[in-house]
């Protein structure tokens, strides 16, 4: 039996007056979707226990396996690994965003105008972030290089006290409220403010400027976090597998599970992503002997912290026609027994801009087991009406894998 999960990260929505008050699943044309709902079992799951903050790193970390509650530290260990950063046990890492903020106001009240400086490039960012770790790193305090707006702070000795606000929830936000506090929250503050006086004027800003791009103007911290500890994928589930996605953080949820990374060239996290590249990897890895793939796609979460709900509906049928359809087809024709659970993490409702903590939909679909179920739709509502709700997320894996 060959184990596959597909996640369309923050997928799962509320009702909008905009789309005839249906969600975007429900708006969304999914027949694929909506075939192995109605051949397999759908319901809801509960993927972000009560009391942790609802995020793609305790959402993801539930529904590989893990509870979020007895393993989950923080988020940016998680990128530290992906990015190759090792971590001692009394380092704390940091995500390290680079955002736009607005200009006109003293920092603390500038206004937060794009989470992620407008997609900026890698190669741009890379830059950037050596100007900041050449002014502000010190020898207990590095910042690494990751991915297009995604970096990483590491602090050696740093305290566990912190209250941090991740960049996205405040889209359009005085950030006044939101600015680091506890631990060395003040020290943090400067070096954000500071990296602001280091950036707003860089060649590169000025460039992105003139080319109607939001420039990445500032550093925002969030995200704190140690080095957990966290038991192999295979040990704790006797299979081989790997991890495909365009984000350090769930490909570093992956790492620490001991499951494989697999880089897809145009991999990209958002709507432009590599769909096809994704799936030829996972398939490839199948036929090389994996048991279990890990696929997540992002786009429909970076869509909906942007509020775009017409780009959010076609990333969720991307995924539906690109992704389960050619996947589905493609394991039929190789006359393999498969299961393929179909899951988004969390809410991402575009009314908000930011993760919920709402029971999300899953389907669980066998080759071996086809059902008919007919009526059964993969989306909020139907998969409610059946009645199945899994509360401890971290079980779903096990219940798709058959080890209840």
Request: glycine share 10%; charged share 25%; proline share 5%.
């Amino acid at each position: 039996m060959k184990y596959l999960v597909i996640v369309g990260d923050g997928m799962a929505d509320y009702p909008m007056e905009q789309l005839g008050n249906k969600t975007a699943l429900q708006y969304a044309r999914t027949p694929n979707f909506d075939r192995l709902a109605s051949e397999g079992e759908l319901g809801l799951v509960r993927t972000v226990p009560p009391g942790l903050l609802p995020g793609s790193d305790t959402a993801n970390l539930s529904v590989i396996g893990y509870n979020p509650l007895q393993y989950y530290t923080g988020r940016s260990p998680f990128e530290a690994i992906s990015l190759g950063v090792d971590m001692n046990p009394d380092d704390v890492s940091f995500r390290c965003n680079l955002v736009t903020l607005s200009v006109d106001q003293p920092y603390s009240e500038k206004t937060m105008v794009d989470y992620c400086a407008g997609e900026i490039s890698t190669q741009e960012a890379g830059e950037l972030i050596e100007i900041v770790d050449k002014n502000l790193g010190t020898e207990n305090i590095d910042f690494h290089i990751g991915f297009r707006y995604r970096h990483l702070m590491v602090w050696h000795g740093s305290s566990d006290e912190w209250k941090l606000t991740p960049p996205h929830d405040i889209s359009g936000k005085k950030i006044s409220e939101y600015l680091p506090d506890g631990g060395e929250g003040t020290r943090v503050r400067r070096m954000m403010e500071s990296s602001f006086n280091i950036l707003a004027d860089h060649p590169i800003n000025k460039k992105r400027i003139k080319r109607g791009l939001n420039p990445a103007n500032s550093i925002w911290i969030w995200g704190a976090g140690r080095k957990p500890l966290i038991p192999f994928f295979a040990d704790k589930y006797g299979l081989k597998g790997s991890v495909i996605s365009a984000v350090d953080l769930v490909k570093g949820i992956g790492l620490f599970a001991g499951l494989d990374p697999i880089e897809v060239e145009g991999a990209t996290g958002y709507i432009d992503t590599n769909y096809s590249g994704k799936v030829e990897a996972a398939l490839d890895a199948l036929k090389q002997g994996r048991d279990f793939i890990y696929l997540h796609i992002e786009a429909p979460d970076e869509c909906s912290h942007r509020f775009e709900v017409e780009k959010k509906i076609k990333a969720i049928e991307l995924i539906d026609r690109h992704v389960v359809k050619v996947i589905s087809e493609k394991l039929d024709q190789s006359g393999l027994e498969y299961s393929i659970l179909l899951v988004t993490d969390h809410a991402t409702p575009l009314s908000l801009g930011t993760h919920t903590s709402d029971p999300v939909p899953f389907t669980i679909f066998r080759s071996s087991d086809r059902k008919s179920n007919p009526g059964c739709l993969f989306d909020e509502s139907s998969a409610s009406e059946t009645g199945l709700f899994i509360e401890e997320g971290y079980r779903l894996m096990d219940r798709f894998l058959g080890r209840e």
